[in-house]
């Protein structure tokens, strides 16, 4: 077992460093896009798109308007917003707590995944199928703050309870 969460370990921290490195050292050197945002050397850099909304989430609780042009915050679900929430009680700023709610699921899902196949299969399998999905160019949104990580943890947990015929 001990063996496995080495593997399982060192497949996720050197597919985020192959991430993380490339988007914090080559990202701040492109142009400045057309809306005017600059991208520096900085948490802001996992930061966009719907992360801005979890952010609103967090900050500010879900809002609703009648007013049909508005986007709403209520499109999302809450267990990301929750969980950055709590992680944020300990003192950091939503980008570090996202980063990391985000990455601990993705790990997470590895483990489950890598256990899981090596039960039903082989170890070696378990090894192709958890380096497949950590080395997989999808898994960037495993480690930006998107809900990705998250919902591949629930996944693959509820498939393998599914499998293993423990039903809630």
Request: proline share 4%.
């Amino acid at each position: 077992m001990a063996n496995g969460l080495f593997f399982i370990i060192a497949m996720w921290l050197s597919s985020r460093l192959l991430i993380v490195i490339p988007m914090l050292l080559i990202a701040p050197l492109f142009p400045t896009s057309s809306d005017g945002v600059a991208t520096t050397f900085s948490w802001d850099v996992f930061s966009a798109w719907d992360s801005v909304w979890y952010e609103r989430i967090v900050t500010y609780g879900y809002d609703f308007s009648s007013n049909v042009k508005e986007m709403h915050t209520v499109a999302f679900f809450p267990l990301f917003p929750l969980l950055s929430r709590i992680i944020m009680f300990i003192g950091l700023p939503f980008k570090v707590a996202g980063i990391l709610v985000n990455n601990a699921a993705f790990l997470a899902a590895l483990i489950i995944l890598f256990f899981w196949v090596q039960e039903l299969y082989s170890t070696s399998t378990a090894r192709w199928a958890t380096a497949t999905l950590a080395w997989c160019p999808y898994s960037l949104y495993g480690t930006v703050i998107y809900t990705e990580g998250l919902f591949l943890l629930c996944t693959t947990s509820a498939l393998r309870a599914f499998d293993k015929k423990q039903y809630i």
